[in-house]
């Protein structure tokens, strides 16, 4: 019997239809895992990082792999967001790596093909932004676009046919005539954008010319050699009815060889890329499920899908015929291999935090908490699958505590052959910080950290996992191991100390009643004297708005105090802000913005609001979300003892995660990850030096 049909046999059957070819246009899909468009941060300005990523993917078993989003004129311009563009040879020379890449592994290549009209910032290029009307965008509203003459329209879509020859010609297989998240072609679309009264606005037909000559353009300038996708949003468009968006389906339909269907536009992007705190998996389907109606072309639609089973209900339920992923593509990129291997509790399912959002687009390069290898595979040459031996694997190692750094320091270490490995948790259940996050209101799905890492640990035989065992400087001393890695996590700092004023606030004692940190109003069910409460926020993440939120649903009266602009900030990188902020408002939690807390007493507390002014609270508690410190105590008293260390054969002592500096749990996953991999390494403590990617100087070649 050949490995093929071994993984056949142990596939469940009813998954078989996820692995049947699927014809679009001139190409066939080998399956029907399909990566859809996604941003990295990685563009044409980091190449080979952009190649070994999506190559990755290729190699685990995805059948379609495109860029993120390549604007094709210099008025679709995005800055500071960094695309994947065809606007010269250069950008031609580094996608073709990507290509090469992809093809190697038999998947096929795609290019996200776009124009972002009046959604363009043009702040690199400054290049006036073009839309059909002269309306404001509601995502830069400090600026108005041009109002598109006859002669903008037609340069747009040469260039727009121009970048599908480019794309063609370096190996594309499957280029976009993009018009989802209510980019160019849908600001044509919708009347809400297009005031126009020439043929390319007024009626419905009018409004869709500029869309489907582009598609024509697109189609003609591919050449056969290419399938022509259209992503089109088919709900909660402004001034579009999901019948209007519809009629446009059917309307394009003998051009296109591929639909990829989402919602929304990029201020309602949050509905899309929906967050597990506030969307299931499979949530679009409401909305998506409906194309169906409108064309028999093959049709591919996202919704953060990581279950099989769901997969092959929608296949066989006929709405899609491809089963599209962004996120779950980074949090396990052999997704596809491990279902047509029958390794189901292999897959590393993605968690729905978005952090890979605010990594890729914010920060410029792709992270992702659940899989630490995601963005490192060029730069650090990291495979998700695959560990060499280590030079030092005859040693023993002790990990001590089992929170998101522990347990995958544990793991890849027992992955690189380590003779024994013992990963030791204080508590009586391993986790850490991420035991009782998940208890926290919409999060459940973060659970997914401690539930992959749980099974993982225990198909490893040379790790073993002990838990209800604290363990004391003399303890490690006299454990036997000559490898000790402290992964003791960190604490909410119990007396206020904060950002603001870098000292603590005077009366914060969380031994008191009226005073509380996360911990004891989750884990030890803390509450305050009465029913007035306020949640001080200095962090501006999840927690503050969480513990505001489970506090009102226990029927305290909650005051949400930050000393931030905004109430979680950062959550709005993750596109979980606007909808939190909603959320918490609904439940009767006052938000009150840019306030900073002075002083604590049992009757209330004092501070400043956002102008200076003094502030006066009547409260029974408030709950500090001010910072984390390093639970760093046990590491500090052995590194003091040197000689000990030495008496005892510890030939290293290391610290992983919120042990070294607390930071987000996708950090402290990738920190335990990365001194695993680095642990033969002269000097694990140090991070080695990673490949950076820069732009080549020389003869410039003419486009």
Known sequence: MTRSQESACRRDPKHDILFEPVRIGPKTLRNRFYQVPHCTGFGVQKPHSQAAHRAIKAEGGWAGICTEFAPVSWDSDEAPYVPAQLLDVDDLACLALMVDAVHEHGALAGIELTHAGGQASTQGSRWPPLAPSQIVSEYFTYQTPKAMEKADIARVQEDWARAARRAASVGFDIVYA????????TQFLSPAYNRRTDEYGGSHANRARFWLE??????????????VAVRIGVALVPGLEPDDLLEFVRMADPLVDLWDVNVGTLTSW?????????????????????????????????????????????????????????????????????????????????????????????WHHLGCTQNATAGE??????????????????????????????????????????????????????????????????????????????????????????????????????????????????????????????????????????????????LEGKRAPGERVAVYDCEGYFMGASLAELL??????????????????????????????????????????????????????????????????????????????????????LAAGRRALAEAGIEGLYRAGDCVAPRLVA?????????????????PAVPLPHRQERVAVGPRPVA
């Open 178 to 185: 993009y018009g989802g998240t209510g980019y160019l072609p």
């Open 214 to 227: 582009t598609i024509e353009g697109v189609r003609e300038a591919a050449g056969g050699s290419c399938a």
């Open 270 to 362: 949050s509905h899309d890329s929906g967050p597990s705190r506030f969307f299931p998996e499979g949530h679009e389907l409401e909305w998506t499920g409906r194309v169906r109606e409108a064309t028999s072309k093959p049709i591919v639609g996202v919704s953060r899908l990581t279950s099989p089973d769901v997969m092959a209900d929608i296949v066989r339920s006929g709405v899609w015929d491809v089963i599209g992923a962004a996120r779950p593509s980074i949090a396990d990129p052999f997704l596809p291999k491990k279902i047509e291997e029958g390794r189901y509790d292999e897959i590393r399912e993605c968690i729905g935090c978005n952090v890979c959002i605010a990594k890729g687009d914010e």
């Open 377 to 522: 595979e060029f730069r650090r040459g990291w495979h998700p699958e695959r560990f060499e031996r280590a030079a030092n694997a005859g040693r023993d190692v002790l990990v001590v505590g089992a929170g998101p750094a522990g347990m995958e320091c544990a793991i890849v270490l027992g992955k690189r052959g380590f003779r024994r490995v013992h990963l030791v948790e204080a508590e009586t259940e391993i986790g850490g910080i991420m035991r009782w996050i998940p208890r926290l209101p919409g999060l459940g799905e973060w659970g997914r950290v401690v539930n992959w890492r749980q099974i993982q640990l225990s198909r490893l035989r040379n790790v073993e996992v002990i838990t209800g065992a604290r363990l004391a400087a003399g303890d490690v001393l006299e454990y036997g191991a000559e490898i000790v890695v402290v992964a003791t996590g960190s604490r909410w700092a119990s007396d206020g100390l904060s950002w603001v004023t870098r000292d603590a606030i005077p009366g914060a004692d969380a031994s008191l009643a009226h005073v509380l940190t996360p911990e004891q109003v989750v």
């Open 552 to 637: 009102a649903l226990d029927g305290f009266q909650v005051e949400l105090v930050t000393s931030l602009p905004t109430v979680a900030p950062l959550c709005d990188m993750t596109l979980e802000g606007e909808l939190l902020r909603a959320r918490i408002a609904s439940l009767g939690v006052r938000q009150r913005a840019a306030t900073t807390i002075d002083s604590i007493a049992p009757g209330g507390i004092g501070g400043r609001d956002a102008f200076g002014q003094s502030l006066e609270l009547a409260l029974d508690g408030v709950v500090l979300v001010t910072q984390r410190v390093s639970s760093e105590e046990l590491y500090l008293e």
């Open 667 to 683: 950090d402290a996953i990738f920190d335990g990850h990365r001194l695993a991999r680095e642990i033969d390494s002269a000097d």
